[in-house]
């Protein structure tokens, strides 16, 4: 059995996985069952188009903010947080926190891409 090498690692958003499972999709035809499952997550779960991922991703690299890491804009831009304490939730984890003046900024950014974008529901059947 081959052993898989990990060349390098990139941290991506939740709209790049679900443009790379399209690309996937085209290519093989029909996606095996766990790729089938990542792709319902991803229907249910991507707030933003690509290009409003893009230019909210380009936006808050531009903030150019301390402490943040490219891993931390990529979980700004899936989960758009609508207030400064949903902002900090996201580095509960993390040795990192967010001042209230980045927080400001970052919130600021969201809006202007993203204004009130919410999760889609599931339909009731």
Not at 56 to 80: F, G, T
Not at 89 to 108: N, R, V, Y
Request: hydrophobic share 35%; proline share 5%.
């Amino acid at each position: 059995m081959a052993i898989p090498k990990i060349i390098s690692e990139e941290a991506i958003n939740l709209v790049e996985v679900k443009e790379y499972m399209k690309k996937i999709k085209k290519r093989d035809e029909q996606l095996s069952f766990r790729a089938g499952k990542t792709e319902e997550y991803l229907d249910q779960f991507t707030l933003l188009k690509a290009s409003e991922a893009k230019e909210l991703y380009d936006q808050l690299v531009a903030l150019n903010l301390p402490r943040l890491r490219e891993s931390h804009l990529h979980k700004i831009v899936d989960i758009c947080p609508a207030t400064i304490e949903g902002l900090r939730t996201l580095f509960a984890g993390t040795p990192t926190s967010i001042s209230q003046e980045s927080g400001k900024k970052i919130l600021d950014a969201i809006e202007s891409v993203a204004p009130k974008k919410k999760p889609k529901k599931e339909k009731e059947e």
